[in-house]
């Protein structure tokens, strides 16, 4: 099994900037793809980037430009930058990871992100 805890979400003022961790624990080897999604209230959970185990990247639209994923293998952690942050992009975010190919097979239990006017 594979247990992913998230740290760093905070309240910040539009335009402000942070940083999200993830640390991965147990049988990583299975995890070829590592990710953040999101959940604002009332809205479905939304994919905001992922790093597959080549480093190549993908990210949503609406966070292309802002947003940065990475990650540190020999601390089994994967971050998420965020600048130029929008009320927009509060929400809950969720660390995940799986295989190459499906759907997320592990979550974290989210960290909030609030960003004021």
């Known amino acids: 099994q594979v247990q992913l805890v998230e740290s760093g979400g905070d309240l910040v003022q539009a335009g402000g900037s942070l940083r999200l961790s993830c640390v991965a624990s147990g049988s990583t080897d299975s995890i070829n793809v590592m990710g953040w999604s999101r959940q604002a209230p009332g809205k479905q959970r939304e994919l905001v980037a992922l790093?597959?185990?080549?480093?190549?990247?993908a990210y949503a639209e609406s966070v292309k430009g802002r947003f940065t994923i990475s990650r540190d293998n020999a601390k089994n952690t994967v971050y998420l930058q965020m600048n130029s942050l929008k009320p927009e992009d509060t929400a809950v975010y969720y660390c995940n990871g799986g295989p190459r190919q499906g759907p997320p097979r592990y979550w974290g239990q989210g960290t909030q992100v609030t960003v004021s006017t």
């Open positions: 790093i597959r185990d080549d480093d190549s990247t």
